[in-house]
C-alpha cells in the first residue's frame, strides 16, 4: 500500500509561480512511475506530467510544457511540480498518482494504482 500527501496549493495571480510536494509512503517509491494530474470544475481528470522510476523519462502536456517541471527526490519519496507563468485556466484541483505496474512513464490515469487526495490550485487573473 502507497499513500500519498500533496501539499503547496494555493491561490496565486496569473504569473505566479507555486511549487507542489507529493509525500509517498512506504519503501517502494522508487519503484514507483510517478505522474500528476488535474481537475477542474466540470472536467475530466487530466494529464500533467510524468516521471520515470529515476528520472530519466518525462513527459508533460503541451499546455504546460516550458512552464512546469516535474522532479522527483527518492531518497525523501518525494515527487515535486514546479509550476511557473501561471495562468487562470490550471486552476484546478491537483492529483499525484503512483503506478508500481507499468514499467515507464503514462500519461493513461487508469494505469496509475494510488492517488492522492488533491491540492487546490487556483490563478486569478
Known amino acids: 500500500q502507497v499513500q500519498l500527501v500533496e501539499s503547496g496549493g494555493g491561490l496565486v495571480q496569473a504569473g505566479g509561480s507555486l511549487r507542489l510536494s507529493c509525500a509517498a509512503s512506504?519503501?517502494?517509491?522508487?519503484?514507483?512511475?510517478m505522474g500528476w494530474f488535474r481537475q477542474a470544475p466540470g472536467n475530466e481528470r487530466e494529464f500533467v506530467a510524468t516521471i520515470s522510476r529515476f528520472g530519466g523519462s518525462i513527459s508533460y502536456v503541451d499546455s504546460v510544457k516550458g512552464r512546469f517541471t516535474i522532479s522527483r527526490d527518492n531518497a525523501k519519496s518525494t515527487v515535486y511540480l514546479q509550476m511557473n507563468n501561471l495562468k487562470p485556466e490550471d486552476t484546478a484541483v491537483y492529483y499525484c498518482a503512483a503506478s508500481r505496474t507499468v514499467g515507464r512513464t503514462t500519461k493513461v490515469a487508469a494505469e496509475y494504482d494510488y492517488w492522492g487526495q488533491g491540492t487546490q490550485v487556483t490563478v486569478s487573473s
Open positions: 512506504g519503501r517502494t517509491f522508487s519503484n514507483s512511475v
